[in-house]
């Protein structure tokens, strides 16, 4: 089955303590990305990825890393959480490419994340 | 304001009733997403279309390109419907997807 998983699906943690949510897509995707959600703020992109080695800020990437060394995995990274970090996060992958990205968006399930 | 402005933001409505959800952006784009997002968070994706028209079962999407405007069509509303609806565009200038905030539907039986 065609997916994108995201772990762990929850998440309840302290300030400061490193955190690291997996993301994988099973589909040779080569675009993948990070949102987060707020209330009454929508999806925001956090970094995005065209393609293996290739990664890119979007529009609220501080406090955040990722890496994208295999195609299929695109963790984010969260050196030093703190609680304006607390959302929903959610991954995404596409099949577009570095010229034509906007293909049909897959999404992960999401990533309930507290940070106390 | 927004680069992409979704109305309205919340809808309620009989079942049965035709639906309409617009979408307007300010950015030259490549294409256009519909998603919906259900109760439970998943996202999933309805359609991408850089022009025209495109119809799913009882869901149509259109787009026109020269008004920067988009609407969701929904025939025969279901309670299953409900969902929040959301737009995104992909800029044609770099490769990031804006975001509209999203229309809560709510479809009552």
């Known amino acids: 089955e065609a997916q994108v998983t995201q772990n762990p699906r929850y998440l309840i943690t302290v300030t400061g303590k490193k955190l690291t949510v997996t993301c994988s897509q099973n589909m040779n995707h080569e675009y993948m990305s990070w949102y987060r959600q707020d209330p009454g703020l929508g999806l925001r992109q956090i970094y995005y990825s065209m393609n293996v080695e290739v990664t890119d800020k979007g529009d609220v990437p501080e406090g955040y890393k990722v890496s994208r060394k295999e195609k299929r995995n695109f963790p984010l990274i969260l050196e030093s959480p703190s609680p304006n970090q607390t959302s929903l996060y959610f991954c995404?992958?596409?099949?577009?490419?570095?010229?034509?990205?906007?293909?049909?968006?897959?999404f992960g399930p999401g990533t309930r994340l507290t940070v106390l | 304001k927004n680069e992409v402005e979704q109305s309205p933001q919340n809808l309620t409505a009989q079942e049965g009733e035709f639906i309409t959800i617009n979408c307007s952006y300010s950015v030259g784009i490549s294409a256009l997403h519909w998603l919906q997002q259900h109760p439970g968070g998943g996202i999933v994706s309805l359609f991408m279309?850089?022009?025209?028209?495109k119809k799913h079962g009882r869901l149509i999407a259109t787009i026109n390109i020269q008004e920067k405007h988009s609407s969701l069509h929904i025939t025969a509303s279901h309670p299953r419907d409900s969902a929040v609806y959301i737009c995104?565009?992909?800029?044609?200038?770099?490769?990031?997807?804006?975001w509209g905030a999203g229309t809560k539907l709510i479809i009552k039986p």
């Open positions: 279309l850089s022009s025209g028209k």
């Open positions: 995104a565009v992909g800029r044609d200038s770099n490769y990031q997807l804006i």
């Open positions: 995404a992958s596409s099949s577009g490419s570095y010229y034509n990205p906007y293909n049909e968006q897959f």
